[in-house]
Nanobody, 123 residues
Framework: VQLQACGGGLVQPGGSLRLSCAAS????????VGWFRQAPGKEREFVAS????????YYADSAKGRFTISRDNAKNTVYLQMNSLKPEDTAVYYC?????????????????WGQGTQVTVSS
């Protein structure tokens, strides 16, 4: 499966962005899909994940209350709605898929990765 992440950009603090992760090659059925981010000089960190079959979600503490992960079955796409963005949210955001349906916060548990999309939060 190939993943295509998009939707990043430059936004002011307090603003919003919606990231998209579209799958091609096969559907997301029974997969787990996660969003991770990596800032310069830092390790890749978990943001949020969703189990496609049940829609169950899992968030990092830094994302709770501000970010929402969701899926669109018809479009075979996972979204990350990010509100109340802060400068510390600045990073390259990646989507990833676990073919066994896991929604782990360990990036090593995921099998497929998108190319990343840059999010910059700055005034």
């Amino acid at each position: 499966v190939q993943l295509q992440a998009c939707g990043g950009g430059l936004v002011q603090p307090g603003g919003s962005l919606r990231l998209s992760c579209a799958a091609s090659g096969r559907t997301f059925s029974n997969y787990g899909v996660g969003w991770f981010r990596q800032a310069p000089g830092k390790e890749r960190e978990f943001v949020a994940s969703i189990r496609w079959s049940f829609g169950s979600t899992y968030y990092a503490d830094s994302a709770k209350g501000r970010f929402t992960i969701s899926r669109d079955n018809a479009k075979n796409t996972v979204y990350l709605q990010m509100n109340s963005l802060k400068p510390e949210d600045t990073a390259v955001y990646y989507c990833a898929a676990d073919l066994y349906g896991g929604i782990s916060y360990h990036y090593t548990d995921y099998h497929y990765w998108g190319q990343g999309t840059q999010v910059t939060v700055s005034s």
